[in-house]
Nanobody
């Protein structure tokens, strides 16, 4: 059974930094796609960053140069380092995983990720 659990929720001021973590268990596939999504109040869920089992990454345009996705396979943990945060980054952040490696990217769509965490709230104030 695959389980994902996010942590790192916090409130920060604009310009600040935050690191989200996602503890992963049960993901025993040799190939996979993992990612971070976010959902702001009144908006749909959008892909923020993805990383596959080869280490290839993809980012949505609004976070390029500010966010970094990474994984520590020794700790079975997915990270999202968020720098230069702005109020528009305020959202519930979710980590997701899927055993299908093909077309791993932020535009893959939430319907193509089989496993999800419960989410962690990020609030950025002016």
């Amino acid at each position: 059974q695959v389980r994902l659990m996010e942590s790192g929720a916090d409130s920060v001021q604009s310009g600040g930094s935050l690191r989200l973590s996602c503890a992963v268990s049960g993901l025993t596939y040799s190939g996979y796609c993992m990612g971070w999504f976010r959902q702001a109040p009144g908006k749909g869920r959008e892909g923020v960053a993805t990383i596959d089992s080869h280490g290839s990454t993809d980012y949505t345009d609004s976070v390029k140069g500010r966010f970094t996705i990474s994984q520590d396979n020794t700790k079975n943990t997915l990270y999202l380092q968020m720098d230069s945060l702005v109020p528009e980054d305020t959202a519930m952040y979710y980590c997701a995983a899927d055993p299908a490696l093909l077309f791993c990217g932020v535009y893959r769509g939430e319907d193509h990720f089989a496993f999800w965490g419960q989410g962690t709230q990020v609030t950025v104030s002016t």
